[in-house]
């Protein structure tokens, strides 16, 4: 499978608990952008990464929440001391960069809090 | 801040009929305008875009226009087929890549 692919689709935590959540974008592909959609709510654009670098987190809470895109291995997007209000569907995107616009999206991560 | 968005929460449409998506934007600075649409349990899936030199781009069965004085984009969908039940979100982008979506439209496709 050559697309976006992110893993777990499904993940349960109990307040106060990590959660990690994994991307790894399509071959070739060296952008990496992380959205949240909260139940019947759009998306909502979180952060976008290259490769080692975080270019703009203007979407990502103040708190609690970071993303990273190695070198080698998936982008991660972490949410330390989850609460119940970070429950949703995570989706990461992935774009080959340099003009080419089109984001290409991975099945998503629906986190529940318990 | 909603750059992008789309106030009509649900469509309904006969099968045959034509599906109408709309879609408003703030920012003049936006110059790539796309349309998703998203299967319940699915990732996003690009649709149709359209640059802010043109006022149409026509695939298939779907057209978008483009009205750059209003900032506003429409889908057109026609045929309308029972498949294309699904969420459509409307898309911007400033060129940094960057994308702002709507908070989507749930078109229902009726047989």
């Known amino acids: 499978n050559a697309g976006v692919m992110q893993n777990p689709r499904h993940l349960v935590r109990r307040r106060g608990q990590e959660a990690r959540l994994r991307c790894s974008p399509m071959k070739g592909h060296s952008h990496v952008y992380w959205y949240r959609q909260l139940p019947e709510e759009g998306l909502k654009f979180m952060v976008y990464?290259?490769?080692?670098?975080?270019?703009?987190e203007s979407g990502m809470p103040k708190e609690r929440f970071s993303a990273e895109f190695p070198k080698e291995g998936p982008s991660i997007l972490r949410i330390q001391q989850v609460v119940r209000g970070d429950s949703a569907a995570y989706f990461c995107?992935?774009?080959?960069?340099?003009?080419?616009?089109?984001?290409?999206f991975g099945a998503g991560t629906r986190l529940s809090v318990l | 801040d909603q750059q992008v968005k789309q106030n009509s929460p649900s469509l309904s449409v006969q099968e045959g009929r034509i599906s109408i998506l709309n879609c408003d934007y703030t920012?003049?600075?936006?110059?790539?305008f796309l349309w998703y649409k998203k299967y319940p349990a699915e990732g996003p899936t690009f649709l149709i875009s359209?640059?802010?030199?043109?006022d149409k781009n026509e695939d298939g069965r779907f057209t978008v226009f483009l009205n750059k004085s209003a900032k506003h984009l429409s889908l057109h969908i026609v045929p309308s087929q029972p498949g294309d039940s699904a969420v459509y979100f409307c898309?911007?982008?400033?060129?940094?890549?960057?994308?702002?979506f709507g908070a989507g439209t749930r078109l229902t496709v009726k047989p």
């Open positions: 990464l290259q490769k080692e670098n975080i270019i703009d």
């Open positions: 920012n003049s600075m936006f110059d790539y």
């Open positions: 359209i640059s802010s030199i043109k």
């Open positions: 898309a911007a982008s400033e060129g940094n890549n960057d994308m702002r």
């Open positions: 995107a992935s774009s080959p960069g340099e003009g080419r616009i089109i984001q290409y």
